[in-house]
């Protein structure tokens, strides 16, 4: 993964969790709903690192062979 791109998703992260940390004393519903996203968030970002290692992985095999 670029590091644009784990630049974006560690700053998002970090975002959607203090403003999760402080709705909480405001709106439970709505601090459970945007720790949900921020778990998605992360999810996501995990996911589309191993998309992006799988590919590369493929291309070093299919280049070597």
């Known amino acids: 993964?670029?590091?644009?791109l784990s630049l974006w998703f560690?700053?998002?992260s970090i975002v959607l969790l203090t403003v999760t940390a402080i709705t909480i004393s405001?709106?439970?519903w709505l601090a459970a709903l945007l720790f949900v996203l921020s778990m998605a968030n992360i999810v996501w970002?995990?996911?589309i690192r191993a998309k992006k290692e799988r590919q590369e992985s493929r291309s070093a095999s299919e280049s070597a062979s």
């Not at 993964?1 to 644009?4: E, L, N, P, T």
Request: glycine content about 24%; proline content about 0%.
């Open 1 to 4: 993964m670029s590091k644009g």
């Open 10 to 12: 560690a700053f998002s």
């Open 26 to 28: 405001y709106n439970g």
């Open 45 to 47: 970002g995990f996911v």
